[in-house]
């Protein structure tokens, strides 16, 4: 049976359980169970504190987990990404009072606050800087202001709580962040984990993905294909009406409104735009 480790709390538990659920795979409903069996799938679910499963996954015998790349990296565990699971996006930043530093190359002989010590060392060791490293658990944009630290290193979304804390970010980011499916390092996938990695591949690609499809008139074919190219190619259906054809085929998300206002503007009709659950492409 495969054992996975899963976020137990923290802003990547739910998306975790909602992909998972969208995997195929059964879900706990009760917030407090920690262990979760799925025996059709012959799988064994473990609710672990995020920062844990690297650890589990790496020095016990939980095969695969769910974390973040942050803590991943921050951590020695030796465990590596297997797949980025395209949810939980953050970039790890700097930051200080306004004016403080103009530069990164200003953070020699710093105090720095951080709950990703493993991060900062390395970051600080790369730029060849010896600084001083606050470890905090927990919330850090408040270490300036009560004098324990002259900057902080976090985990940022949007820079909101940084802001209000009083602080700017200042250079480029020492990380982009997402959710990761991670293996002890060197190891081989077996068929079980083949099976999730494609089943969570199947939900990321489903995700990125809207079908969509429409009538055109066969004078106007070609140039409507090229607006839905598709993954190989777009299906094309004879109509009753000789002059018309109907055509089906896989659009980026994000290019959908744009890829139908386009086709209406060739003459296209009955152009419809619905979600994809789950694909293997």
Same mark, same amino acid.
Request: glycine share 8%; net charge negative.
């Given at each position: 049976?495969?054992?996975?480790?899963?976020?137990?709390?923290?802003?990547?538990?739910?998306? /975790?359980?909602?992909?998972?659920?969208?995997?195929?795979? $059964?879900?706990?409903?009760? !917030? $407090?169970?920690?262990?979760?069996?799925?025996? @059709?799938?012959?799988?064994?679910?473990?609710?672990?504190?995020?920062?844990?499963?690297?650890?589990?996954?790496?020095?016990? #015998?939980?095969?695969?987990?769910?974390?973040?790349?942050?803590?991943?990296?921050? !951590?020695?565990?030796?465990?590596?990404?297997?797949?980025?699971? @395209?949810?939980?996006?953050?970039?790890?930043?700097?930051?200080?009072?306004?004016?403080?530093?103009?530069?990164?190359?200003?953070?020699?002989?710093?105090?720095?606050? /951080?709950?990703?010590?493993?991060?900062?060392?390395?970051?600080?060791?790369?730029?060849?800087?010896?600084?001083?490293?606050?470890?905090?658990?927990?919330?850090?944009?408040?270490?300036?202001?009560?004098?324990?630290?002259? =900057? %902080?290193?976090?985990? %940022?979304?949007?820079?909101?709580?940084?802001?209000?804390?009083?602080?700017?970010?200042?250079?480029?980011?020492?990380?982009?962040?997402?959710? %990761? +499916?991670?293996? $002890?390092?060197?190891? #081989?996938?077996?068929?079980?984990?083949? +099976?999730?990695?494609?089943?969570?591949? !199947?939900?990321?690609?489903?995700? $990125?993905?809207?079908?969509?499809?429409? @009538? =055109?008139?066969?004078?106007?074919?070609?140039?409507?294909?090229?607006? /839905?190219?598709?993954?190989?190619?777009?299906?094309?259906?004879?109509? #009753?009406?000789?002059?018309?054809?109907?055509?089906?085929?896989?659009?980026?998300?994000?290019?959908?409104?744009?890829?139908?206002?386009?086709?209406?503007?060739?003459?296209?009709?009955?152009?419809?735009?619905?979600?994809?659950?789950?694909?293997?492409?």
């Amino acid at each position: 049976m495969l054992r996975i480790g899963v976020p137990n709390k923290g802003t990547l538990s739910e998306p /975790t359980t909602v992909m998972l659920r969208e995997a195929g795979y $059964r879900q706990r409903t009760d !917030g $407090r169970d920690l262990v979760l069996i799925d025996p @059709d799938n012959r799988v064994e679910f473990f609710y672990l504190r995020p920062r844990d499963i690297a650890t589990y996954v790496a020095e016990g #015998q939980v095969e695969v987990g769910i974390t973040g790349r942050d803590l991943l990296l921050d !951590g020695a565990a030796p465990a590596e990404e297997l797949l980025a699971l @395209d949810f939980g996006r953050a970039t790890f930043r700097y930051a200080a009072e306004p004016g403080a530093l103009s530069s990164l190359d200003e953070l020699a002989g710093r105090r720095i606050a /951080t709950s990703y010590p493993g991060l900062v060392a390395r970051d600080l060791a790369e730029r060849g800087i010896t600084a001083d490293i606050v470890r905090l658990d927990g919330a850090v944009e408040t270490a300036v202001r009560l004098g324990v630290a002259e =900057v %902080v290193a976090d985990v %940022v979304s949007s820079g909101t709580t940084l802001r209000q804390a009083g602080l700017e970010i200042v250079g480029e980011p020492l990380l982009e962040s997402e959710a %990761v +499916l991670v293996a $002890r390092a060197g190891s #081989q996938p077996g068929d079980a984990v083949e +099976l999730l990695l494609r089943r969570l591949n !199947g939900v990321i690609i489903a995700r $990125r993905y809207v079908m969509v499809e429409y @009538d =055109v008139r066969r004078t106007a074919l070609e140039e409507a294909c090229a607006l /839905t190219p598709g993954i190989e190619s777009p299906t094309i259906s004879p109509l #009753q009406d000789d002059a018309w054809a109907a055509v089906r085929a896989m659009v980026p998300r994000r290019d959908a409104h744009t890829v139908m206002d386009r086709l209406h503007a060739l003459g296209a009709r009955g152009v419809i735009v619905f979600d994809i659950l789950a694909c293997r492409l």
